[in-house]
């Protein structure tokens, strides 16, 4: 199975901030890495699919990169609503995993 | 869109249960369909997929054998039929559709709000 690993587990940051999580995949899965965005009581919500597109009416604040095995989300300034628990989850084979999340929190 | 799921409750270890998701909104025969679950406070586990003629399946290692995933194209629904519970199955459980119609890409651009499911005795 391929192992996702995501860092940092939590991040305390403030409106404005920048900031970049990272997820590492234990094999190569070319461009098959989305992220999502959780808010607490709430289902999940794609932000980026194929390690770098904007899901629609995801806005441009939030980015995503990657480099060989390891890919990056990153918003830009951070604003109120931002503040949640992010996932990474490779779409290349099943079984489909996700990393363990990253909170972003005041 | 709108993915309703429905189902859950208290169930004792060892028991059976069957998880509905109820989808309007899209043509649901034409796209892959998925349940992902979270226990409480925890991150989120990929369960099981199912392609959108039931040509192909997957299960996570954690429920292949005890869980199985259904679908009925004329009722627009997803199943998810759950046996040999333990208390580690205790969770919220989601369906979430494919984002691409068709072949589908693995990633999941909606999703219902979850169904408690509670394996204790």
């Known amino acids: 199975d391929i192992q996702m690993t995501q860092s940092p587990s939590s991040v305390s940051a403030s409106v404005g901030d920048r900031v970049t999580i990272t997820c590492r995949a234990s094999?190569?899965?070319?461009?098959?890495l989305g992220w999502s965005q959780q808010r607490p009581g709430k289902a999940p919500k794609l932000l980026i699919y194929a390690a770098s597109t904007l899901q629609d009416g995801v806005p441009s604040r939030f980015s995503g990169g990657r480099s060989g095995t390891e890919f990056t989300l990153t918003i830009s300034s951070l604003q109120p609503e931002d503040f949640a628990t992010y996932y990474c989850q490779q779409a290349h084979t099943f079984p489909l995993t996700f990393g363990g999340g990253t909170k972003v929190e005041l | 869109v709108q993915l309703v799921e429905s189902g859950g409750g208290l169930v004792q270890p060892g028991r059976s249960l069957r998880l509905s998701c109820a989808a309007s909104g899209f043509s649901f025969r034409d796209y892959a369909m998925y349940w992902v679950r979270q226990a409480p406070g925890r991150g989120l586990e990929w369960v099981s997929g199912i392609t959108s003629n039931s040509g192909d399946i997957g299960y996570a290692d954690s429920v292949k054998g005890r869980f199985t995933i259904s679908r009925d194209n004329a009722r627009n629904s997803l199943y998810l039929q759950l046996t040999g519970l333990r208390p580690e199955d205790t969770a919220f459980y989601y369906c979430?559709?494919?984002?691409?119609?068709?072949?589908?890409?693995?990633?999941?651009?909606?999703w219902g709000q979850g169904t408690l499911v509670t394996v204790s005795s």
């Open positions: 979430a559709r494919d984002k691409d119609s068709g072949a589908g890409s693995y990633f999941f651009d909606h």
């Open positions: 094999q190569g899965i070319s461009n098959w």
